[in-house]
């Protein structure tokens, strides 16, 4: 465990915005964690972004309980949330274990290790990223590394981490405190997303790809290069919250330009029997054509050329990945 570093102490956890400070070897937080690392799959993955995908997958590693408990959280199964009464899903690995994930990961041809709501568990996965990249009986981590997270993260963790991560994609998921609440009872999301992200873009600069050779074929026969650093910013569109978005993707551009990469979502899935579409009756319908297409013009009129933009066909239970522990 990493001991340099006050923020990854998990017996007075503070390593995302609610500060807890509960000690995680004795009882849990907001987010149901305790201190041992527990996941719930790790595979590869075609639906993340070309340019971390590639093209046989990102590494995906899905980590189980999460800080910020979303009502609509697609990954309910392993996340956690305060409506919900079963525990989530996950198994308890050992750092070496995780290690060894990454590795397999690699071997099978990931373009990246995409390191998915992992925020609670820090220390455990850059100790893992570390030992990877010192090797394993000659094998060595030399992918990138994806902190694939919601946003709700603290400055000064990002800054801990920063040596370590290649690529930092967090959502950004609320603009509006009242929407923040609602959805997510953290009305502090806008602000500590905003600080968050500014650590992240100061830390890794603009976007920087890979030259050359692409998993085996020349350059110019690639659809896609792949990322070697820089920041992926994730943005949702909710059905009824268009104008929302419309707001944060101007001020995301007036912020940071093209120093970031913008990737805007269509896939809100209304989960069938879900809890939360009794109490959040706005959430049981899809978002619309012309939201979306509203939310990508607004990106494009503010200036936005470094942008991932989703097709149709994405809205559907079945992109939601099976957890049952496979690759740990």
């Not at 993707?249 to 939360?276: C, H, K, W």
């Amino acid at each position: 465990m990493l001991e340099n570093n006050d923020i990854f102490d998990l017996k007075n956890c503070r390593l995302c915005p609610r500060r807890c400070g509960v000690d995680r070897y004795k009882s849990q937080g907001f987010c149901g964690a305790p201190a041992q690392l527990t996941a719930a799959r790790a595979s590869l993955h075609l639906w993340e972004e070309p340019c971390i995908a590639g093209d046989k997958g990102a590494g995906t590693v899905f980590f189980t309980y999460c800080q910020l408990g979303c009502v609509y959280c697609q990954n309910y199964a392993i996340s956690s949330q305060p409506q919900q009464t079963m525990q989530p899903f996950g198994k308890e690995i050992s750092v070496r274990e995780l290690t060894t994930s990454f590795l397999r990961l690699q071997s099978l041809g990931a373009a990246t290790i995409d390191l998915v709501t992992p925020t609670h568990y820090a220390p455990q996965i850059i100790e893992a990223l570390r030992l990877s990249r010192q090797g394993i009986s000659g094998d060595k981590l030399t992918i990138p590394a994806v902190w694939n997270s919601s946003g709700y993260e603290a400055p000064e963790m990002v800054q801990a981490i920063a040596e370590d991560i290649d690529i930092f994609m967090p959502d950004f998921k609320y603009f509006d405190r009242k929407t923040a609440l609602r959805y997510s009872n953290a009305p502090d999301y806008p602000e500590r997303a905003m600080e968050a992200i500014t650590a992240m873009v100061r830390a890794k600069g603009a976007p920087v790809f890979f030259p050359g050779l692409r998993s085996g074929h020349a350059a110019d026969d690639c659809s896609q290069p792949h990322l070697k650093s820089g920041v992926i910013i994730r943005h949702l569109v909710l059905p009824g919250h268009r104008h929302e978005s419309i707001a944060l993707v101007q001020e995301l551009y007036r912020r940071f330009g093209d120093g970031v990469i913008l990737s805007l979502m269509n896939q809100y899935t209304p989960i069938a029997g879900a809890a939360y579409l009794t109490d959040f009756p706005e959430l049981r319908r899809k978002l619309t054509k012309f939201e979306y297409d509203s939310v990508v013009e607004a990106a494009l009129d503010a200036g936005f050329t470094n942008a991932f933009i989703q097709q149709g066909g994405t809205v559907s239970e079945s992109f939601i990945p099976i957890f049952d522990g496979r690759g740990l």
